[in-house]
């Protein structure tokens, strides 16, 4: 008789503690699976921010190198238009001599991948031919 005595004050079939356990292990994986959602939600927003970073940097890079490949010979006259493309994009690049000593590059870039970006860089400024000295007065890099 003892023994049953203790099997029944430790039995929990007939308690509700069963129900409020599955019902806290429900409540917890369903946080538990709207914690990581929101993650993978913030990582995409994140990558795409990156994506749009890298490309405004490349189209950037690659306007500056299209101005500098259009500088090339500068003191000797006004170069022919420039375009290189690669893997990362395609550059362009132009100077003009509006007058004997000014000079004006008009560069372009554009960054290719998955965001597509475009910049644009102009460089005003001056040469002293017999100093053969270049000055650059001003650049204006826009997108």
Known sequence: MERSRSIRSCSRARTSE????????LIVAVLYFGMIELMLIDASRQLA???????RV????LAENGAELAAQNMI???STPVSETDWQGSMTGEMKKPAPEKFIINATGLATGV???KATVEVYGSIDVDAK???IDYTYHSQ
Do not use: D, N, S
């Open 58 to 61: 490349m189209a950037f890079t």
């Open 76 to 78: 000797a006259g006004p």
């Open 18 to 25: 069963r129900g409020f356990a599955l019902a806290v292990a």
């Open 133 to 135: 000295k270049i000055t």
């Open 115 to 117: 965001v597509e970006q």
């Open 49 to 55: 921010e990156a994506r749009r970073y890298r490309a």
